[in-house]
């Protein structure tokens, strides 16, 4: 959480920190600081509480001076949202300035120390301790900054990505990382750092990523300098990034998630391209052929993950189990990664994560390695903690999902475990060559099918304002589609902040059925399917307590009409691709609810895009 942005160079900093603070919000949006030194070495600090937007208006009557600066958005992990615990914070001679993303745990302790040691303190963050404790060792030692950036982290416990500034040195600035992303952006004669790429790509796209322990030393006027906590002199390679800027932008969309909705066709086809080939027949998904032996020896695999990528896992485990016969279970990286799992050297461990950071995933699969197992990812960001610290993987390619709410990430990481499975079980042979082909040929005409129902949006917008009056929702799947409940009612809690809960339909009489009234909308998943007269039934003890159901159906479904309240047609599909098609109205759907109850859609209350801490 906590988005950071830096720039030295020839140009004035503030709009591009401001810019590059606008394309961090995701990463947290409850309050946003700056900080510049001007070209006689002074140093403005300026913060407000709230969005990048305020600190903005705020800073026009004030010196924005300088060619180089700091700047933060805030996800509040210590200390409430409001001026003084916004970031950058600075040190007791008020010379240093920094900001952080991350959280350092054991802060209480060296503010004691501090505290002891004359120091006074403004805010309630951890990241105000960092900053005082630099200065600190700098002045003790009488040693430069870098140095004192290396000697403070040393007594740091936690993650970290900080950028650090000093009075009077309009020169150059430190950054370091640890457990939080850092990305350094090489531009002629300027530089730029930050949380991710978006702030840095209008300008260049040459990178490098600093690897965790790793500090620059960032110079106006020389090649940045990369060592290590204990001094260590490192060599990155400056790799050059793909992604455009128009991709970080809006499109013409009034929000990124409808945008981000709409992409799934393509998104969907630039994820299958080069592995799904229906000329030859074939499924050919590098990580996985390069990784054969791991996956078909593997006496189990575990899929680790949080929110939607977890659900994303629950398909994951249907399509595993019933085409490699393998078994596999389904775990929360934060539970995982504190409960003493049982892992095994010959178990296949697979993290899916869409920003590659998420930071109990993270500390899952370090526990997973750390065992023996093999871990593979599927992340969506190039070059994210999580592909660089799993053993092999597969990228999603859907270009950077920006609203909060998961969508095309979700869809494609669905695509990319059917895609295993595929080859998986067809390299253990435990699905025949003619279903094999037969589930490839319907793979491949999923985005079509995914653009035919993006057409109904107009109903389903219709449909979204009958609802808005809810304070809860039910959603029903069984199957297949039994985690798209448990997704289509994430996707509306999180962004219309209505309660929603998602069931195995048949759950629903062991208790649940208890909340039914003629208030309570149920959304039904009910395609053509295995499970179809199963949940005909299911919905039929709803209906029998007055309960108001939306049914989502395949197209020429007749039964359904005479039963559910309203109905979305989709086009019929195998029962594994199921969940690729159902979703879409549910994204929908929540989407348009939220927006006519006025939500902020692609920045919801609370949350933030990526989870860099526990
Ligand atoms: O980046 P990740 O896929 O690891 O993120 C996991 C969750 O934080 C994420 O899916 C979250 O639940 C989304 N807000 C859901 O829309």
């Known amino acids: 959480m906590c988005g950071i942005v830096g720039y030295i160079g020839y140009r004035e900093a503030f709009p591009i920190l401001i810019k590059g603070l606008y394309h961090l919000e995701y990463r947290g949006y409850d309050s946003a600081g700056i900080a510049l030194i001007n070209s006689n070495g002074g140093m403005n600090i ?107 982290l040393g007594q740091v416990i936690g993650a970290y990505a900080i950028v650090v500034m000093e009075k009077g040195q309009n020169d150059r600035f430190i950054a370091a990382r640890k457990s939080s992303p850092l990305v350094l952006g090489i531009g002629k004669d300027e530089f730029f750092i930050a949380s991710d790429a978006s702030p840095i790509i209008e300008y260049t796209n040459k990178v490098i990523y600093l690897e965790d322990e790793e500090i620059a030393i960032v110079h106006r006027h020389e090649s940045p300098k990369i060592v290590t906590i204990g001094n260590i002199e490192k060599t990155r390679e400056i790799i050059q990034l793909e992604i455009s800027l128009s991709q970080l932008e809006k499109g013409g969309y009034p929000h990124f998630m409808l945008k981000e909705i709409f992409e799934q066709p393509q998104t969907l086809r630039d994820c299958m391209r080069g592995r799904v080939d229906i000329t030859c027949n074939n499924v050919v998904l590098s990580g996985i052929i390069d990784n054969k032996k791991q996956f078909c020896d593997a006496k189990r695999i575990i899929i680790l993950a949080c929110g939607t990528s977890w659900h994303a896992g629950l398909i994951g485990e249907y399509l595993l189990e019933e085409f490699c016969r393998i078994p596999v279970e389904v775990e929360y990286s934060s539970e995982f990664r504190y409960r003493n799992p049982v892992i095994y050297p010959d178990d296949a461990v697979i993290a899916i994560s869409q920003s590659g950071e ?60 059917a895609m295993m499975s595929l080859c998986i079980a067809r390299e253990k042979k435990t699905v025949t060559e003619e279903r094999f082909l037969k589930l490839l040929k319907e793979l491949d005409r999923i985005p079509d099918k995914v653009e035919q129902i993006l057409r109904t949006d ?25 985690p798209v409940a448990l997704e289509g009612a994430l996707k509306l809690k999180e962004i219309s902040y209505i309660h929603a809960e998602g069931y195995p339909a048949a759950e629903m009489k062991h208790g649940p059925i208890a909340l039914i009234d003629s208030e309570m909308p149920v959304v039904a998943i009910a395609t053509d399917n295995g499970m179809y007269d199963k949940v005909i039934s299911n919905i039929q003890e709803i209906k029998a307590r007055n309960g108001r159901i939306i049914a989502i159906v395949s197209e020429n479904d007749t039964a359904m009409k005479d039963i559910a309240d309203y109905v979305i047609e989709i086009p019929a599909t195998e029962d594994c691709f199921d969940p690729l098609l159902t979703i879409i109205p549910l994204q929908l759907l929540s989407y348009h609810i939220a927006v006519t109850k006025r939500r902020d859609v692609d920045r919801p209350r609370n949350l933030a895009k990526s989870v860099t801490v526990e």
Not at 91 to 100: D, F, R, V, Y
Not at 388 to 417: C, D, M, W
Not at 466 to 482: K, M, P, S, V
């Open 458 to 482: 107009e109903s389903i917008k219709n449909l979204s304002e009958i609802f808005t009056y809810a304070h809860n929702f039910i959603y029903l799947g069984r199957g297949y589609n039994y």
């Open 358 to 417: 998420t930071a109990d995933t993270l500390a899952a699969i370090d526990l997973a390695r750390k065992a023996g197992a093999f871990v593979y990812g599927i992340c969506n960001v190039v070059g994210s903690s999580i592909a660089r610290n799993t053993h092999s993987g597969s990228y999603t390619h859907v270009g950077p999902e920006i609203g909060v709410a998961s969508t095309k990430a979700f869809t494609a990481q669905l695509i990319v475990l």
């Open 46 to 152: 300026y913060k407000t509480k709230g969005r990048v937007s305020e600190l903005e208006e705020f800073c026009k009557n004030h010196d924005v001076s300088g060619t180089i600066g700091i700047a933060h958005t805030r996800w509040a992990t210590h200390g409430e949202p409001n001026n003084i615990n916004a970031h950058p914070h600075y040190s007791e001679s008020k010379n240093l300035a920094l900001i952080h993303n991350g959280i350092i745990e054991n802060y209480t302790v060296l503010k004691k120390q501090l505290i002891q040691n004359g120091y006074h303190f403004q805010s309630n963050t951890d990241t105000e301790v960092l900053v005082q404790l630099i200065e600190y060792i700098k002045e003790l030692n009488n040693v430069d900054l870098c140095t004192a950036v290396q000697l403070a």
